[in-house]
């Protein structure tokens, strides 16, 4: 293993698996394709050619430290929500930061307050589209909390409702997954209070136009994943 | 330090996805291009050191690429390196080189960018992309900067009402514009038939408020650009373009940590509060989450050093970094166009229309013409460049988009969701 722990207080299981997974894929080429293609720097002059295209993959595992930020995370996985204070100014951040950025504080130590689980929503989108760890679960909601306190915006997911029910201002609680893995998605936000319809931000015509997107998308992740499609929005 | 600085030249190998060249050949062409446009540069010898940019090296695969493309393109042994900021990496590139030429140690500085980003699927360059945001925080609840920019925009449409119609005509500006160019990744997929409103409503949904047609493409390509101090310039050209002005500017990694940032408080008191009438939604002190406020920093900075204080009659036209629509609008506001909350008016107006008062993104610029990272800001510059040398017409080979007598333009460009901003200011001579 590359990483040496000092000394292992509590941890998951080492899984051999892992640094199977690491290996998998060691840049060496598994397939090709001969392809003809277009050659030239300007659409006006270009020549076909013939190209040699190789499949090659590649994976890594990361051992990361949260560094003085850990006791946050340590928190997730114990369902507790923690901010950090700064003792000179009292701003409390989160997402946490070890140091005050305040120009006055000058990089002051910030101490570990635990945070009510509630906030409001700042902005938010709907994502139809994403990266490959989060096809399966579009279309979903990412909003930007300001959890009750704090100077900053924490982003996180946002289920059990609408998106055209969304708008920044919405009271929001915190929730914790079942089974807490240490990341921020250990968390997610679902509506504190029955959403207001005059405060909604789509028009009528927007509405009807996102829920014809969110039927596609659904589409589109079951054709792709087919049981494995988890999509987060319910309409 | 009175030494000024032009550009004197340059070339691009055009956007598309995929390129099938290798990256040190799209680079060469765009070389080669340079070289056949000005037979006074005597290449290798007239070159004093290069910079190098491109953005990421998990998109190729390979690290220290610049290495491979400077030995490439014959180079050796001559000084280099490599600069890299997210989206800003070209532009940084190109300051870096105004300041290199300004130190006074070298007297000619080529810009090599480029960027092949068609080797691994969309959402897995989405997701190497979103690794230049914070990977702890950001990235694994799997917005991604499709993601990061629409809160951004939500945010801003909460605030000053701007509608998707209005993300959708910057859409079809920008759209149409790449029609016309030869070296548009749009055009080479799409032809040369003009796009609507109903055609951006039409597209897929990514992230709303932003629809295919309102994202950035993924692009292959490459630019270069070669600067030379004044006294070198004449050399090569009787018609240079001077860089009159650049600035610089930074914002917080995670946009979230924009709603009440202290390092901007007090900075734009004629910001703090939203303009009654604009808006009657409470807000953050500037930029919060809507506005980008490295983009403000780094155009104050290069307006004041080339003596700009009215830019929308002051400049003639200019190439904005628009990963998104939304981007674009907000950046009228940041850049001074016009006050905050009132980019829609300029929209709606068509005054950064072709025809209009300040025409942006006659390129069609990321939207339409491509976003190789690395060398899309260089790209922007050459036509810039083109524009102002008025070889536009010849370039594209009509005169649809080509301006007259134009004097003066701007570039921005930023990586990150503005994390980092530069602008440069261009004149003819
Ligand atoms: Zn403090």
Redesign the interface.
């Given at each position: 293993m590359a990483y040496k722990p000092k000394k292992i207080v509590e941890s998951l299981e080492y899984n051999k698996q892992w640094d199977e997974w690491a290996r998998q894929g060691n840049w060496s080429p598994v397939g090709w394709r001969w392809i003809e293609g277009p050659k030239g720097y300007r659409l006006d002059k270009l020549s076909t050619t013939n190209y040699l295209v190789i499949q090659r993959p590649h994976a890594s595992l990361y051992h990361h430290s949260y560094g003085m930020t850990s006791k946050f995370f340590k928190g997730l996985l114990e369902k507790k929500l923690y901010g950090s204070k700064c003792p000179k100014c009292g701003s409390i951040y989160l997402p946490p930061r070890a140091h005050c950025w305040n120009a006055e504080c000058r990089l002051e130590e910030t101490e570990w307050v635990e945070l009510p689980p509630r906030g409001e929503v700042h902005t938010f989108s709907v994502m139809a589209f994403s990266a490959t760890p989060f096809l399966k679960t579009l279309p979903f909601i990412i909003a930007y909390v300001r959890v009750e306190g704090c100077c900053t915006t924490v982003p996180t997911r946002l289920l059990k409702v609408n998106p055209w029910d969304v708008y920044p201002g919405l009271k929001v609680n915190i929730n914790f997954v079942e089974h807490p893995k240490g990341d921020i998605m250990d968390i997610y936000c679902t509506p504190a209070e029955t959403p207001d319809p005059s405060k909604r931000i789509m028009s009528s015509e927007t509405i009807e136009r996102l829920k014809d997107d969110m039927r596609k998308v659904k589409e589109w992740v079951v054709r792709k994943f087919g049981s494995e499609a988890k999509p987060s929005i319910e309409i | 330090m009175s030494n000024r600085v032009a550009v004197v030249g340059g070339?691009?190998?055009?956007f598309d996805n995929?390129r099938?060249?290798l990256h040190e050949e799209?680079c060469a062409?765009?070389v080669?291009?340079m070289l056949a446009d000005n037979s006074n540069i005597d290449y290798p010898k007239d070159i004093d050191a290069v910079i190098y940019s491109y953005f990421s090296d998990h998109l190729a695969?390979q690290l220290c690429f610049h290495w491979i493309i400077h030995d490439y393109l014959g180079l050796l042994p001559k000084p280099a390196y490599r600069v890299e900021s997210g989206g800003a990496t070209p532009i940084d590139a190109l300051i870096n080189a105004f300041m290199y030429i300004k130190s006074g140690i070298f007297k000619n500085v080529l810009v090599v960018g480029w960027e092949k980003m068609s080797e691994l699927d969309t959402?897995?360059v989405?997701?190497f992309i979103?690794a230049a945001s914070?990977t702890?925080?950001?990235f694994?609840?799997?917005?991604?900067y499709?993601?990061y920019y629409?809160?951004?925009e939500?945010?801003h449409?909460?605030l000053y009402g701007e509608?998707?119609e209005d993300l959708a005509k910057i859409a079809v500006k920008n759209h149409n514009n790449a029609t016309f160019n030869?070296?548009?990744q749009w055009?080479?997929q799409h032809g040369t038939t003009f796009i609507t409103v109903d055609d951006v409503?039409k597209s897929?949904?990514?992230?709303?408020?932003y629809r295919a047609l309102n994202c950035a493409m993924i692009s292959d390509g490459a630019a270069c650009m070669l600067l030379a101090s004044e006294e070198t310039a004449k050399k090569f050209t009787d018609s240079p373009v001077w860089i009159t002005g650049v600035g610089l500017g930074t914002d917080t990694m995670?946009?979230?940590?924009r709603?009440?940032n202290?390092?901007y408080r007090g900075l734009y008191s004629e910001d703090e509060s939203i303009y009654p009438g604009v808006s009657t939604?409470t807000a953050s002190p500037y930029p919060e989450?809507a506005n980008f406020g490295s983009i403000r920093v780094s155009g104050d900075m290069a307006y004041k050093m080339a003596g700009i204080d009215n830019p929308v009659k002051q400049l003639d036209f200019a190439e904005l970094f628009n990963p998104y629509d939304g981007v674009e609008l907000a950046e009228y506001e940041d850049l001074r166009f016009c006050k905050r909350g009132e980019g829609k008016i300029l929209v709606r107006e068509g005054v950064t229309d072709w025809g209009g008062e300040l025409p942006c993104q006659l390129s069609g610029a990321h939207t339409a013409a491509g976003h190789p990272v690395g060398a899309t800001s260089i790209a922007q510059a050459m036509q810039i460049y083109w524009q102002l040398t008025e070889q536009t017409a010849n370039k594209w080979?009509t005169k649809a988009r080509a301006l007259s007598g134009a004097q003066r333009a701007l570039l921005q460009g930023h990586g990150g969701t503005g994390c980092q901003s530069g602008v440069i200011i261009f004149e003819r001579g």
């Open positions: - | 070339g691009i190998s055009r995929p099938y060249e799209m062409e765009a080669r291009e695969g959402p897995k989405n997701e979103a914070d702890d925080f950001d694994p609840v799997g917005g991604y499709t993601g629409a809160v951004l939500t945010r449409m909460y509608t998707e030869p070296y548009a055009r080479s409503f897929r949904l990514i992230s709303w408020p995670r946009p979230g940590d709603v009440d202290p390092m939604k989450m080979k």
